[in-house]
């Protein structure tokens, strides 16, 4: 099988793809913050809340719906998959991946992965939202999460993204192998 890529570039195409997919399971999961609310754990997420209260007009109180219901930047995991499947793609091909294209592969790792901390870095901008005081206890603010706690989304999706900036641009870097000169 032809490769376009050197020893080091296999490693980055494996470490791209694991630092894709702890990105994006930790990005899409309802588990970045856990908190309890009328007796019951409740959870968030970027996108996702589980765990809510409504008001049960046969009874005339609140209840606990215990499902996640849908909120109403993915363009950082995108990156990352888009190199990741790229870089997997150059194992399998040869010529695929050059010295140059791996150094671009590395840039657009380096944006996605940057996107994806700048996103986990304002995270805690929201927590003084209605929601959150509601879970975390009226003491929560911006970057004061009162009676809750950080899940590990969180960490999933910010050791990812952390991975990609420090690891995976600099692996880049040595990925692909010199291109043949061809006389034409």
């Known amino acids: 099988m032809a490769s376009s890529l050197t020893c080091t570039g296999v490693i980055w195409a494996l470490l791209s793809f694991l630092c894709a997919a702890t990105s994006c399971v ?9 908190g309890s ?6 959870s ?3 996108f996702r809340r589980c765990s809510y209260p409504v008001h049960d007009e046969v009874r005339q109180t609140m209840v606990m ?13 995108g990156l990352l998959l ?8 150059g ?3 040869s010529e695929l991946i050059s010295r140059t294209v791996g150094r671009v592969a590395g840039g657009i790792q380096f944006l996605g992965g940057l996107l994806i901390g700048a996103g986990c870095a304002l995270y805690p901008l929201g927590w003084d939202s209605e929601e959150v005081q509601q879970t975390c206890g009226y003491i929560s603010g911006q970057f004061d999460l009162g009676k809750c706690e950080i899940g590990w989304a ?3 999706t910010g050791a990812g993204a952390a991975a990609a900036i420090l690891l995976c641009t600099w692996l880049a870097c040595f990925s692909g192998k010199k291109q043949k000169q061809y006389p034409y």
């Open 26 to 34: 930790g990005f899409f999961m309802p588990y970045w913050l856990w």
């Open 37 to 42: 609310q009328l007796g019951k754990p409740v």
């Open 154 to 156: 969180y960490y999933c």
């Open 91 to 93: 194992c399998c091909v």
């Open 44 to 46: 968030f997420g970027t």
């Open 65 to 77: 719906v215990e499902e996640c219901g849908r909120y109403a930047s993915f363009l950082g995991c």
């Open 82 to 89: 888009l190199v990741a499947l790229t870089a997997l793609m």
